[in-house]
């Protein structure tokens, strides 16, 4: 049974930076596609950040561009992303997903818990 455990959210101040990490038990870390979601109150969930395991390609949602990078530690078998210059909009509840697809990963089929993201003013 796959699990995925995020950490490393909290609250920070407008330009402020974080890391979250998620962490994969249960299957070959290196054969999931791996990507961030969040949502905000009163919003739909949104693709923010992916990685997909065949080819490494990377996506990132225009509002984060230049501002967050995803990577991953295939031998840890953890996905990190690093949140720069963080904006009061950027405040969300950040998910972690993974799939075994290589192509897409809009739809996941595995989720983590989630980690609260705050951004003051």
């Known amino acids: 049974q796959v699990q995925l455990v995020e950490s490393g959210g909290g609250l920070v101040q407008a330009g402020d930076s974080l890391r979250l990490s998620c962490a994969l038990s249960g299957g070959t870390f290196s054969r999931y596609s791996m990507a961030w979601f969040r949502q905000a109150p009163g919003r739909e969930r949104e693709l923010v950040a992916s990685m997909m395991w065949a080819r490494g390609e990377i996506y990132y949602r225009h509002s984060v561009k230049d501002r967050f990078t995803i990577s991953r530690d295939n031998v840890k078998g953890i996905v990190y992303l690093q949140m720069d210059s963080l904006k009061p909009e950027d405040s969300a509840v950040y998910y972690c997903?993974?799939?075994?697809?290589?192509?897409?990963?809009?739809?996941?089929?595995?989720w983590g818990r989630g980690t609260q993201v705050t951004v003051s003013s």
């Open positions: 997903a993974a799939d075994t697809d290589a192509v897409t990963i809009t739809a996941p089929t595995y």
